[in-house]
Structure formats: structure tokens, C-alpha cells
């Protein structure tokens, strides 16, 4: 810092200096020179003591100097222009004064005008009047009459003084407003007219007999417009709120208009004096005749003058008018844009959400405002959009419909401004949805936008609840102080993995997550449509157990035994409780848990207990009829919700046989007193408290030498040194710490590459390592995170050694060491490099030793031209590995659900038409789910992540909808909670006959709480019409000739011909269905002349079989070739190729076409959540349970566990079930 000597000046002397300390003053006490200090005398007397202080004054008062800051301000004119101008609030009213001084004088220049009377005489004041002229035409204008007035004294005097108070004004703010340029304040328009309407008043003080002259006060209106536009702009910055531009423009145009008006009314008014002396009340009447072009022509000015002036005041017209016009449209058409303002009163007296997302497309609006407005509390609700992106004409074309434009507001504004979100008025909001763009190619940028919009909006409304919509989940944390968060692919992945284990997990997740009636489909003449359609409309619902008639009576009993009671008698499934102490909730804490009054049930229904009604009597006079519950799904008509609950639950049930079965038997096995005869099988009760040594889910924690003697010798070592434990490393914060199977030590690095040998193994390809279980395999572009979460339930604790699938990554970029160092803790997962349209990347990674091939949709091709394309790769790629391995189970993400219609893709399919007429004939029914009966969906084969966004508007209604799903979906392990797994009926389990019966025997054996079925059933298809002439000769070919088809019928059995989804064999494929196919072929060539036509085009069709055989031939020698090239052996793939259509239907999970020579032949997949209890059971049934938690009771019972039955049904392998203990 400089040095400067200061010297002694008298100025440095006075005692209102500040002073500020030399360049060591700072060094040696820590004081910033350039801050406000106070005087240190001391200090700088110490500082003069130095050494050095030769530099500086040789007295130390010298040695600081104070200074004040904005001395300009205290001057005189600065105050004065403080009070008149910069201040808002002074100087709103000192304008609100002058407006009102303005309006005064044109309210006193009419009182003038009436009480003026030109025939009393006309003149100067205290002058000689002189008498009053009619006008004529011959004669010339008497001038007089418009120069002179009569004006009384009272009112001049009260004219003069508003005239000198408005002059004063006038000079006092041109004074303070001065910048240096003086003709620029002179010639401003305001000024001039100021001057005009006050200076000959003042004049007149001076000057008496001027004071009837002819004054234009009226042209104040003109200044008391100027007055008004400045006004409202103080009022504005005075209240610190923006108004609209629309509403000052439209406030100018007004004032405009009524200036134009006055003026014009004023001036012809006085000008016509010396014509036919019009009143005022006409002249106003001429004015708004000629301004609206109508001009009757019964009032017009007579005077030349007048007639100027009406000439001036239209030519004003036409050039104000206009441009006020114009600025007015566009105003409106940005308005139109950018939306308007959602205002203040509206937001205190009316409640609404507000929306913001990044842009707004056609489909995720309709998607959140049909589930937002579903709820019946919901409907007074308002939505106020903000979106930073110009509205899209859909979008706009779909907000001018009324039942939207009246609860819909959209803003154009970023969350990021406070004054956006000032006009969506967050702080009185009721919630705030902030979803993500999931179309974006840069996922973790769009979720980025999305943490700083959640930052944002809590800044500015803290207490208004959030519910973020996040896509990755390494983002997740950013997000935790919101009320709720879903996070995509955590989801995603999770759903994705458990549609391999449990078929269409997917189907049902979205089916209770979205709100329905259940009364999709009842018009349809399909039985499985109808039932399917009923049953969809299951939800998740809550109610405290003392308020509730459902659960009341069951207080002090068991869980399991209110679960089963109370489906059995209203028709509900209860699945989960959360303590009133406790804010966990726990799925199907077992028998263990006894109910309490306090306790919040959740529970599976088509309605909430509130809306239901209760009708015993009708329920009474059923059972005395002997109806066992009469299924209410079956006919396709509406039965109300009361009638269907009073219908359900009059099971009938035999009782008799209330011993345990052995410890040996299994779960459903046939009891052995009533496995014969004419009595029906009785199934043990389900026990009001829990009895310890009857309980089954304790079998996984069972003793491990079990397990290990049930290994066989050729499954190794490897298998038996698996581990029970958490996964050391999670690639992300905030996963949720899962029990798994673990390897005892990681994995090289090296060893999970599928493809490739390493110094470990010399294993590559799926085939040498010689896996048991059927591969799962996943096709990804990147290793993400959220891909953890498809290994993390496929290896958890509760699902068994020996049903754990081996797991292949198949991915188009190599994965990270961070996602390597995560994954190399599981055992069996792989992966490989490669994508799904390569052939020999899905030879190498094992596809015809598959199970499942899960196709995720790839962030790359999420944006497109044209928005629905982006699934057009993924969808021929699907189709192709469909053609080439049709006995391999694919489950695809899309990105649009509305693509979903073209997996399973058939040209001329008339069954595939029909669905698509009832998705539009329930999409104009308003439902929420009209894409819920394309087959695809329905068998959870297809899938879009779309579908969950309604998990996080739902939430709104029911805050424990993502905790519940969580935990379905086995992202969240609460201790004591259950978890979903699968069961499949066989025909073994056939005895049991209904749905209720098998409640009532997983309640009382096993404690496991059934919550849908999974069915699949065989369908006939009518492709075209050839197709059902073909099959017309078949049925008459084997009427003719049934003889010959003894030893075939023979050969396949007859036993699944009692069941529904049993198929017949495929004739065509069989060698000796092809010899009889033959035998009748050259019988119709002997019988031509009686079918000639239809022989004709039987034959025809089986060209065309003939030519599909080839093709699909071909299909497979380019497989085999392929094979052989990369040295792998074909027998996998000839195993899988020559599967006959019975073989491939008995595939449950199976939701493609299942045999290319029976186009018009096929099975199709459904889900009925929570089905009433007297369903039948079919088989092949796929039953979802949610199974108690084997570690909830693991200290109490660690010794009756040794005694209790094992062998239970497991969810992949129907016989046996892996007995281990931590």
C-alpha cells in the first residue's frame, strides 16, 4: 500500500472527521483502512512512537482523517427529489394528489359549462355584455362566443388556486428532473399542456377582465391519464408485486378511449356555441356515434371550426387507436405463451399443485391430470403448470377443452425464478410435482435440473411438500429432504428383475398403482377380458383397525387369521399393518403379530371401506340357498361394489380336520384321511394365535446340512460356500442394505467376463460353465447403477441356493471398475460386451440356455425425430430374436407405452383389431388403463417406465403407496415385513379347487398371504377368413376319420384335457401326425369333386405352411451355422428349435406367439389381483404371495425351527426349496 505523508490542515481538525489509519495501521492492529472505524486517537499516538513514523506527521491527531459518505444526498434538492421521486411511497402520493387535482378540474370545467348561459350576454369580466345571436348560415361566426365565458367568481377562485397549486408542482418537479438539457423539459408534451390550462388562470389574478376567457381545462384529462400510468407503476414498485403488461396496457387503451371521448365531446360542445348551441349530453352522444362509425347524421357540427376539430379528433383516432391495439394483441399472444398468473386471492381461497417440468408433452399431462382428478377429494383442486418451454399445440389444443380449461393454468417460467414461482404462488400450494425429462439423451443433466428445481422451490416455500420424480439413482441423496421420492430406475431394474422370477410383476405393480373402478372390459363377450377388467380395479388402501368394519372383530387375534377372516367374509386382502408407535410398515408380519386397535391396515379392494356398503341379509338368504359365493365376475353385467363385496367370501369351507399334517408333506399336499373317497379334502383352520410348532416359513433358516446333502456331485463346491450377508460395496449412496447371497471372496475382476478365459478359468461360453439353472439374461447400453438393483433380488437371502439363475450382462459399453467392485460379490453374474442385434453376442452369452431375456430400453435411442420412434430398434430387434428363438421368454422396456401394440406384431390379425377397438372404446370411456388388454402387457412381457409416474402422483392421496411398493419390490427390507414371491399350482395342488380354500391353506400351513394369480390359457385366434375354412376341414377330417387318430390321442394323453389352459398337440410338428396329415390329404385328392373348394384352399394353406416350414428352416440353419463358426455346440439350440406348440404353451411365462404353423392358435397371460374366493384354481396358475420374513422370529425359535416342515413350494421350482440358516 502507498504511503503518503499527511499533512496538518485546519479542515483534519474538526471532530466530525472519520479517519482512516495509515498503510501500517492495518498490518499492526487488523483494521482494514477502507472500513468505517472510529477515531483512534491512542492507536495513532502509539503508531507515532515508532521508529518509523518519520514517514508521517510528526503529531499524532494528525495521523487519521475521517470521511463521510454520501454528502451529495443531504444537500436540499436531493431531498426534496427523494420525497418527490425516488421514494415509492412519497412519491405515490404525490402523484395520486396530481391525479386527483387533474380530475377536479375537468369535474370543474362541467359544473362551468352547465351553469354557463350565453344569452344572459357574453363579454369580458366587469364589461359591457353583449346580447346573444342565434347562429345563421348567411351571417359570419360570432367569435365572441368562443372566447368568452361566463364564469362565476366562487368557481373561478376555485379554479385559480388548483391552477397556481399545479403550476408550483409542475416548476418544482421540471427543477428536480433537470440533467442539464432545458428545451427538453420545456417541449414535453405534459409541460405544455400544464402551461396551458394554468398560466392564464394566473394570469387572471393580475389581469381581472380576462377572467371569463375561454380556458381549455378539460385537456387536463389528458395529464390526469400521464398521472394515472405513473401511478400504478409506483403502486407496483411500492407493493413489490409485478402486475401483468396485460393489465396496464388494457388500462391505457381504456384511458384512451375516454380521453379521445372527453375531449372531443368537450371541444365540440364549446366550439358549437357559436353555432347551434349543442349540449353537452349531445355533443357526448355525436362523439360516440362518429367514433363507432355508425354515424345517424341527426347531430352534426354546423361551424367550420367544429368541423376541424372533428377532422383532428378522428385523424387522432386513427393513429393512437391502433397502436394501442396492436400493442394490446401482442401482449395477448405472448400472455398466450406465457401463460398468466395464478393470483393471490385465488391462492388463499382455493387450493391447487403446482407442476414443473422441464417440457411438457401430450402424454405425460393426460397421464398425470387422468390420475390426479380419478380421486373424488381431488376435483375442487386447481393444477398450475410451470414449464420453461413455450407451450406445444397439443398440449394447448388439450387445455381448451373444459373439463381442462377450468382447473388447468399453465405458466411459461423457470422454478429457478422467484418470480415465476411467485406467480404460480408456491408458498400457498398444496404440494409441488417436479418430474424429470426421462426423453433427455443426457439423463444424469436432466436430473441435475431436477435437484436444483427441488432446491428452489424449498428455498422459497419451505413448507410446501415435494414429491421428485428422479431418474438415476446416484442422484437420489440430493433429493432426501423431500416428502417423497421415486427414483426410475431403482424401480425399473427391481420390476425388471422380478418379472423373472415372478411372471408380470410388472402388470401387477402398475394395475394397483393406478385408479380405476374396475369396470374396464365389462361389455366385452370375452369372459377373461371381463374378469380381468373387474379385477383390475384393486388398490391399496389404509384404514385404522378400530374405526374399520372390516377389521374391527379380529382385535387380539392373529395377523394371518384377520387376513384370511377377512377375505373370507368381505371379500378384502389384507396385506400389511403399521404400529401406531412405529412408522415402519410391515407386509405380512406373520402369526406372530397380534392386531391392535391402534394399528393402520392396508389392505387390497376394488373400493375404500368408506365408500362401501354392508348387506348381511342379502348374504344370509345366499348361504341358506346353498350358493357358495356365486362368482360375481362372470356375466358381463355392472353389479355395484356393495353387491360384489356382499357376493364374495360365502366360501364354503370343511373344517372337520383340524390335526397338523405330517412334518414331512408338503405345503399343499393332499391330506391322507380324506384323499379318497366322496368326501371333499378338508383343509386345517387358520388359528386366532399363532402355534409355533405348525409354522412354516422358518424352512430357509432350517439346518444347513440339509442343504448340503441335497447338493449333488456334480454341482461342485462352488455352490456350497456361499455366504449369507450384506454386499460390502454399494456403487451409489442411499441403496438400502439387502441380506443376499454372497460369495465368500470377491470375484477377479477377470472372472466375470463371460466370454473370455482368464488365469482362473479357462471358461467362454455359457455352455462350459455347466450352469443347472436357466440363464437371465440383460441387455443394457451402459453398467449404470440402478442396474445393482436388477442382481440385488435376484440373489436375496430368501430365495433358494438351488434357484438362483445365473445372471449375464449383456452390454454395449464396458462396465466401470466401480460397478465391477459392486457386482463381484454375487455369485454367477457375468457379463459380456455385445448388443442384442448381433447374433453372435447373443450365441456367445448363452440365449438358447436362457429363461428370460430382459431388453432394456437404451438412453440413446430414448429421443428421436419423431417422438413415438424411439422404440422402433428396440422393436424389430425384439421381433427378430422372437423369429429366431421362439421358445425364449422376452420382457422389453419401452419408452412410449402406446408402442406396446406392436410387440407380437401380426399382419391380418382380426383378435389383435378387436383389442385395439376396445382400447379406444375404453379410452373414450375416460379410463386411466385403456392399454391394459393388449396381450403383451396383460402377460407382463412389455413394459414402460411411464407407467409409474402415477406411483408418485398417487402419493398425493396416499402417502405409504412408494413404501409399499418398495417393499414389493424388495428395494426396501424392513425387519418383520414380508416379501412377494410366487407360487405355481400343479396338478397335485388341484384338490383345493378355489382361491378361497387355497387363502384358507396357506394361512393355516405356512402363514402366506395370496394376492393375485398369474393365468395362462389357451385362445383361438381367427387370423383371417382361409384360416377358418381350414380349420372348418380339419374338424370335418377328424370327424371322418377318427379312427386314425386313436394311437395319436394315445400317444399324447388325454390327461390336461380337463383344464382350460391344456392345449391340443401340434399336429403338424409330430412325425406321425405328419404321416395321418398326409393319409387325409390324399383321401380329399380321391374326394375332390364333393370339396372342391375347399380343398382348393386347404391346399393352399398348406403351401403357405409348407413355405413358413422353410422359412423357418432357413431361420434355423443360420443359427447352427453361426454356432459352428464360433465353435459352440448346437445340440442347446436343435433341443429348443424342435419344441412342439403343447411343449412351449406349458412355458407359463411365455407371452409370444408360441407355434409359427398355428397362427390363429395361442395362449394369452393375465393377472387377476385379488380374485374373489370362489375362483377356480387351473392349472399352471401362478399364485403371487406375500411370504412372512424367516429372520422376524429368528432368536425366539431357533429350536422348534429344527422340528417344522420343510419341503415348501418354491417360486421357480415347484418340488423342492433351499433349506439354509444364517
Not at 364564469?151 to 376555485?158: E, M
Not at 440356455?849 to 430382459?854: G, K, M, S
Request: with cysteine; proline share 5%; net charge neutral.
Amino acid at each position: 500500500m502507498a504511503r503518503a505523508k499527511l499533512k496538518n490542515s485546519p479542515s483534519e481538525s474538526n471532530s466530525h472527521v472519520k479517519t482512516v489509519p495509515p498503510g501500517t495501521t492495518e498490518d499492526v492492529h487488523g483494521v482494514s483502512p477502507l472500513l468505517p472505524s472510529r477515531r483512534m486517537g491512542s492507536m495513532g499516538s502509539d503508531v507515532g512512537q515508532r521508529p518509523h513514523a518519520e514517514d508521517f506527521s510528526v503529531d499524532s491527531s494528525f495521523s487519521q482523517v475521517q470521511v463521510e459518505f454520501y454528502v451529495n444526498e443531504n444537500t436540499f434538492k436531493e431531498r426534496l427529489k427523494l420525497f418527490f421521486i425516488k421514494n415509492q411511497r412519497s412519491s405515490l402520493r404525490i402523484r395520486l394528489f396530481n391525479f386527483s387535482l387533474k380530475l377536479l378540474t375537468c369535474l370543474l370545467y362541467i359544473v362551468r359549462v352547465l351553469l354557463d348561459n350565453p344569452e344572459e350576454g357574453i363579454g369580458c369580466w366587469e364589461c359591457e355584455k353583449q346580447n346573444y345571436t342565434a347562429f345563421n348560415q348567411s351571417t359570419n361566426i360570432n367569435w365572441s362566443h368562443i372566447f368568452w365565458v361566463d364564469r362565476k367568481t366562487p368557481l373561478w377562485a376555485v379554479q385559480v388556486s388548483i391552477a397556481l397549486i399545479s403550476f408550483l408542482e409542475t416548476m418544482l418537479l421540471t427543477y428536480l428532473s433537470y440533467k442539464g438539457n432545458i428545451w427538453e423539459q420545456i417541449f414535453r408534451i405534459s409541460f405544455i399542456l400544464e402551461m396551458i390550462n394554468t398560466v392564464p388562470f394566473i394570469i387572471t389574478i393580475f389581469w381581472p377582465p380576462l377572467r371569463n376567457l375561454f380556458i381549455p381545462v378539460f385537456l387536463n384529462c389528458w395529464l390526469a391519464k400521464y398521472a394515472l400510468e405513473n401511478m400504478i407503476n409506483d403502486l407496483h414498485r411500492a407493493i413489490q408485486r409485478t402486475q401483468s403488461a396485460m393489465f396496464n396496457q388494457v388500462l391505457i387503451l381504456i384511458c384512451t378511449l375516454l380521453c379521445l371521448v372527453f375531449t372531443g365531446t368537450c371541444g365540440i360542445q364549446h366550439l358549437e356555441r357559436a353555432g347551434e348551441k349543442l349540449s353537452l349530453f349531445k355533443s357526448f352522444y355525436f362523439c360516440i356515434v362518429t367514433f363507432s362509425t355508425v354515424g345517424y347524421g341527426d347531430v352534426t357540427p354546423k361551424i367550420w371550426p367544429s368541423q376541424l376539430l372533428v377532422v383532428i379528433m378522428i385523424c387522432v383516432a386513427l393513429v393512437v387507436l391502433p397502436l394501442q391495439f396492436e400493442e394490446l394483441v401482442y401482449l395477448w399472444m405472448e400472455r398466450q405463451k406465457s401463460g398468466g398468473n395464478y393470483s393471490r386471492h385465488r391462492a388463499q381461497t382455493e387450493k391447487h399443485v403446482v407442476l414443473c417440468v422441464s417440457s411438457l408433452k401430450i402424454d405425460l399431462l393426460m397421464d398425470f391430470l387422468n390420475e390426479f382428478y380419478a380421486h373424488p377429494r381431488l376435483q375442487d383442486y386447481y393444477v398450475v403448470i410451470l414449464c420453461p418451454t413455450e407451450m406445444d399445440i397439443q398440449v394447448r389444443r388439450v387445455l381448451q377443452i373444459p373439463l381442462w380449461s377450468q382447473r388447468v393454468i399453465y405458466l411459461q417460467g423457470s422454478a429457478l425464478k422467484d418470480q415465476d414461482l411467485m406467480r404460480a404462488k408456491m408458498d400457498n400450494g398444496e404440494a409441488c410435482f417436479i418430474l424429470s425429462s426421462r426423453n433427455e439423451v443426457d439423463r444424469t443433466a436432466a436430473d441435475h435440473q431436477t435437484i436444483l428445481r427441488a432446491w428452489a422451490v424449498k428455498d422459497f416455500a419451505p413448507n410446501c411438500p415435494l414429491y421428485v420424480q428422479i431418474l438415476k439413482p446416484e442422484n437420489k441423496f440430493h433429493v432426501k429432504f423431500a416428502d417423497h421420492v421415486v427414483c426410475e430406475e431403482e424401480c425399473k431394474y427391481a420390476m425388471l428383475a422380478l418379472n423373472c422370477v415372478c411372471p408380470a410383476t410388472s402388470t401387477l405393480i402398475t394395475l394397483l398403482v393406478h385408479t380405476s373402478r374396475g369396470q374396464e372390459g365389462q361389455e366385452s363377450p370375452e369372459q377373461w377380458q371381463r374378469m380381468y377388467g373387474r379385477c383390475s380395479g384393486n388398490e391399496v388402501y389404509h384404514i385404522r383397525m378400530g374405526d374399520s368394519k372390516f377389521f374391527m372383530e379380529y382385535e387380539g387375534k392373529s395377523f394371518t387369521y384377520a387376513a384370511f377372516h377377512a377375505h373370507k367374509k368381505y371379500g378384502v386382502c389384507l396385506i400389511g399393518i403399521r404400529r401406531e408407535e412405529n412408522k415402519s410398515i410391515l407386509l405380512n408380519p406373520g402369526p406372530r403379530h397380534i392386531m391392535a386397535a391402534s394399528d393402520t391396515c392396508f389392505y387390497i379392494n376394488i373400493t375404500k371401506e368408506e365408500n362401501s356398503a354392508f348387506i348381511f341379509k342379502q348374504e344370509e338368504k345366499q348361504k341358506k340357498k346353498g350358493f357358495a359365493g356365486r362368482g360375481s365376475y362372470d356375466g358381463p353385467s355392472r353389479l355395484p361394489v356393495h353387491s360384489i363385496i356382499a357376493s364374495m367370501g360365502t366360501v364354503a369351507m370343511d373344517l372337520q380336520n383340524t390335526e397338523c399334517r405330517p412334518a414331512n408333506s408338503s405345503k399343499l399336499a393332499l391330506p391322507a384321511e380324506n384323499g379318497s373317497g366322496t368326501r371333499r379334502p378338508s383343509i386345517a383352520p387358520v388359528l386366532e394365535l399363532a402355534d409355533t410348532s405348525s409354522l412354516l416359513p422358518c424352512d430357509l433358516l432350517s439346518d444347513q446340512s440339509e442343504d448340503e446333502m441335497t447338493q449333488s456331485d456334480e454341482e461342485g463346491s462352488a455352490v456350497l460356500e456361499y455366504v449369507k450377508g450384506y454386499p460390502p460395496n454399494s456403487p451409489y449412496i442411499g441403496s438400502s442394505p439387502t441380506l443376499c447371497h454372497l460369495l465368500p471372496e470377491k470375484a477377479p475382476f477377470c472372472c466375470l467376463r463371460l466370454d473370455k478365459g482368464c488365469k482362473h478359468n479357462s471358461f467362454e461360453d455359457a455352455k462350459a460353465y455347466g450352469f443347472k439353472n436357466k440363464l437371465i439374461i440383460v441387455s443394457a447400453e451402459t453398467a449404470g447403477n440402478g442396474l445393482y438393483n436388477f442382481i440385488v433380488p435376484l440373489r436375496a437371502y430368501y430365495r433358494s441356493r438351488k434357484e438362483l439363475n445365473p445372471i449375464v450382462l449383456l452390454l454395449d459399453n464396458k462396465p466401470e471398475h466401480h460397478f465391477l467392485e459392486a457386482i463381484c460379490c454375487f455369485p454367477m453374474v457375468y457379463y459380456m460386451e455385445g448388443t442384442i442385434d448381433n447374433l453372435d453376442s447373443l450365441l456367445q452369452c448363452g440365449i438358447i440356455y436362457a429363461d428370460n431375456l430382459v431388453v432394456v430400453d437404451k438412453e440413446s435411442t430414448m429421443s428421436a425425430e419423431e417422438d413415438y420412434m424411439a422404440d422402433a430398434k428396440t422393436i424389430v430387434n425384439v421381433q427378430t430374436m422372437f423369429r429366431l428363438f421362439p421358445s425364449l421368454s422376452i420382457i422389453t422396456e419401452l419408452t412410449h407405452p402406446s408402442n406396446m401394440r406392436f410387440m407380437q406384431f401380426r399382419a391380418k390379425d382380426s383378435y389383435s383389431l378387436a383389442l385395439s377397438k376396445l382400447e379406444k372404446r375404453e379410452r373414450e370411456n375416460g379410463s386411466n388403463l385403456a392399454f391394459m388388454f393388449r396381450l403383451p402387457f396383460a402377460a407382463g412381457r412389455v413394459f414402460s417406465i411411464s407407467m409409474l409416474d402415477t406411483l408418485l402422483y398417487q402419493s398425493f392421496v396416499k402417502d405409504y403407496m412408494i413404501t409399499i411398493t418398495r417393499l414389493l419390490l424388495g428395494l426396501d427390507t424392513t425387519p418383520g415385513s414380508g416379501y412377494l414371491c410366487a407360487m405355481k399350482i400343479t396338478e397335485d395342488d388341484l384338490w383345493i379347487r378355489t382361491y378361497g380354500r387355497l387363502f384358507q391353506k396357506l394361512c393355516s400351513s405356512s402363514a402366506e398371504i395370496p394376492i393375485g394369480i398369474y393365468r395362462t390359457e389357451s385362445h383361438m385366434f381367427a387370423t383371417s377368413e382361409p384360416h377358418d375354412i381350414r380349420a372348418q376341414s380339419q374338424i370335418s377330417i377328424n370327424v371322418e376319420d377318427c379312427e386314425d387318430t386313436k394311437d395319436v390321442k394315445e400317444h399324447w394323453g388325454i390327461k390336461t384335457s380337463h383344464h382350460r389352459n391344456s392345449c391340443s398337440s401340434d399336429q403338424s410338428e409330430h412325425p406321425l401326425l405328419r404321416r395321418k396329415s398326409m393319409q387325409w390329404a390324399r383321401r380329399l385328392s380321391r374326394k375332390g369333386n364333393k370339396h372342391s373348394s375347399k380343398t382348393a384352399e386347404w391346399i393352399s394353406q398348406q403351401r403357405l405352411s409348407l413355405y413358413r416350414r422353410s422359412e423357418r428352416q432357413e431361420l434355423s440353419e443360420l443359427v447352427k451355422n453361426r454356432m459352428k463358426h464360433l465353435g459352440l455346440p448346437t445340440t442347446g439350440y436343435e433341443d429348443v428349435a424342435n419344441l412342439t406348440a403343447s411343449d412351449v404353451m406349458n412355458r407359463v411365462n411365455l407371452g409370444y406367439l408360441q407355434d409359427e404353423m398355428n397362427d390363429h392358435q395361442n395362449t394369452l397371460s393375465y393377472v387377476l389381483i385379488n380374485p374373489p374366493p370362489d375362483t377356480r384354481l387351473e392349472l399352471n396358475d401362478i399364485v403371487y404371495l406375500i411370504r412372512s420374513d424367516p429372520l422376524a422370529h429368528v432368536a425366539n425359535d431357533g429350536h422348534s425351527r429344527k422340528s417344522s416342515c420343510s419341503n415348501k413350494l418354491g417360486s421357480g421350482n415347484p418340488e423342492t426349496r433351499d433349506e439354509t440358516q444364517l
